[in-house]
Structures are given as C-alpha cells and as structure tokens.
C-alpha cells in the first residue's frame, strides 16, 4: 500500500509515529511525505533523522527544506561553534527562513553530531521535487505546491522547482492530464471554514495539508483505495 501526508511541520514525533501505526501503516508499505516536516514545531529535527532511516519513507521537498538548504551556512557553523562572515544575500536567505518557523529547526540541528548533520543536508539535496506514481488505473502526481502555468502535457521536469513548492492553487484551478494531483503547502481552512482539518478534493487535486503549522492535526491518504485517515 501507498500512503501519503504532507506539512508535518515538527510535529511530535511520537505522536507522528502512534498515528501511523493505529492506521495500518507497516514496513511493508510505503509513505511518501510531500514536504515541509521541519520548522514552526519543535521535532522537525527528529523526523528528518528518522525519515533517513527508513528504507520505505521517501520526501519530497517543500519550500521550508528548500530555505533550509538555503541557509545550510547557519546551522552548519552553529553545530561547529563556529561565525563566519555572513553576505547581505545569506542574511536575507536567514531572514526569510527565520520569519517562517526556522527557530526550533535550528535549534534541533545545532545538536546533532556533525556526520548526522551532514548526512540529512545530503539526503535533502537529493529528494526530488515530485513523484509520479501510478497505482492500479491510477496515475497520481505528487507535489508539494501544485502545477503553476499548467499546460496539458507539459513535462514535469519543465516547471520551475522554486513555483512547484510555492504554489497555491485555486478551487477552479483544473489540471487535466490523465492524473489526480496530490498536494499540501496551503493549509485547507485557507479555503475555508468548512475545510478546517480535513482534506479538500477537486476535480483534479486533492490537498491534505491539515494545518499542524497552525497546531492541528496531520491526516493520512492511502491511495490505493483513496482511504483517509485522521487522528480523533
């Protein structure tokens, strides 16, 4: 089985992990989080370690690892007790990362030993940006942002990777390719009340970020039977 989820966003790890088990998550399966597991809650440190040892969890990136990235120069010389000359354009990068949540990220990082640090920056720069996945009759595309200036059959590789983790689509944003997009990035009560907590399905994308960026609770998406899963 196939699950999905997206924006854990540091949330507890234990929690994460209780969640994934009393939903029939196995080793046997396999869970691909669509971006956005640090920053804003205190365990997005944690996740990554464990993601990087799962050989049946695959990330895809989401703008907060790509600002993470951004700033490896901050937490790289924080980890070694260490202060560099920082440029006008770092300072910026550290700015914009920091506004968005980075604190407990740093912090978390700041205390791994140097060769875990080194080991998630390594992984990071290696997940894509998306997947395609095809599951019975089913082809899912799955991203974190969405598809910006969609144009029927336009490659995957051919959009802009800073626009597929910063997008935001509209309700009436159609894509209609022979896939369902599976989506996070903007939390659903950003559509609306009648969202809050729970996943919005259009006739081409699905979004499953929940909001635990703004301290409620992720969900889980099976797509071999489109089963979804919440924590009551």
Same mark, same amino acid.
């Given at each position: 089985?196939?699950?999905?989820?997206?924006d854990l966003h540091g949330y507890p790890l234990e929690k994460f992990l209780a969640f994934?088990? =009393?939903?029939?998550?196995?080793?046997?399966?396999? &869970?691909?989080?669509?971006?956005?597991?640090?920053?804003? %809650?205190?365990?997005?440190?944690?996740?990554?370690?464990?993601?990087?040892?799962?050989?049946?969890?695959? &990330?895809?990136?989401?703008?907060?690892?790509?600002?993470?990235? =951004?700033?490896?120069?901050?937490?790289?010389?924080?980890?070694?007790?260490?202060?560099?000359?920082?440029?006008?354009? =770092?300072?910026?990068?550290?700015?914009? !990362?920091?506004?968005?949540?980075?604190?407990? *990220?740093?912090?978390?990082?700041?205390?791994?030993?140097?060769e875990k640090l080194l080991r998630i920056v390594e992984y990071l720069k290696g997940c894509?940006?998306?997947?395609?996945?095809?599951?019975?009759?089913?082809?899912?595309?799955?991203?974190?942002?969405?598809?910006?200036?969609?144009?029927? %059959?336009?490659? &995957?590789?051919?959009?802009?990777?800073?626009?597929?983790? !910063?997008?935001?689509?509209?309700?009436?944003?159609?894509?209609?390719?022979?896939?369902?997009?599976?989506?996070?990035? *903007?939390?659903? !009560?950003?559509?609306g009340d009648r969202y809050k907590g729970r996943m919005i399905k259009t006739k081409s !994308?699905?979004?499953?970020?929940?909001?635990?960026?703004?301290?409620?609770?992720?969900? &889980?998406?099976?797509?071999?039977?489109?089963?979804?899963?919440?924590?009551?």
């Amino acid at each position: 089985m196939v699950y999905v989820m997206s924006d854990l966003h540091g949330y507890p790890l234990e929690k994460f992990l209780a969640f994934l088990k =009393k939903s029939g998550f196995t080793e046997k399966d396999f &869970l691909v989080i669509i971006g956005d597991v640090i920053d804003r %809650g205190s365990d997005g440190a944690r996740i990554l370690e464990w993601i990087i040892e799962q050989d049946n969890v695959e &990330l895809l990136l989401g703008n907060h690892e790509l600002m993470m990235l =951004k700033c490896e120069f901050a937490f790289m010389e924080i980890n070694e007790g260490t202060v560099q000359s920082i440029t006008s354009e =770092k300072m910026r990068s550290l700015k914009n !990362w920091a506004k968005n949540g980075a604190e407990p *990220t740093l912090t978390g990082l700041s205390k791994l030993p140097r060769e875990k640090l080194l080991r998630i920056v390594e992984y990071l720069k290696g997940c894509s940006y998306y997947e395609d996945v095809k599951i019975g009759n089913r082809r899912f595309v799955l991203v974190h942002g969405g598809l910006p200036d969609y144009r029927k %059959g336009k490659p &995957l590789d051919r959009y802009d990777p800073y626009n597929l983790v !910063w997008h935001r689509p509209s309700l009436d944003e159609v894509y209609d390719g022979d896939f369902t997009v599976i989506l996070g990035h *903007t939390p659903t !009560w950003h559509y609306g009340d009648r969202y809050k907590g729970r996943m919005i399905k259009t006739k081409s !994308w699905i979004n499953i970020d929940t909001g635990v960026a703004f301290g409620l609770d992720p969900m &889980l998406l099976r797509l071999d039977d489109m089963q979804a899963f919440y924590i009551k």
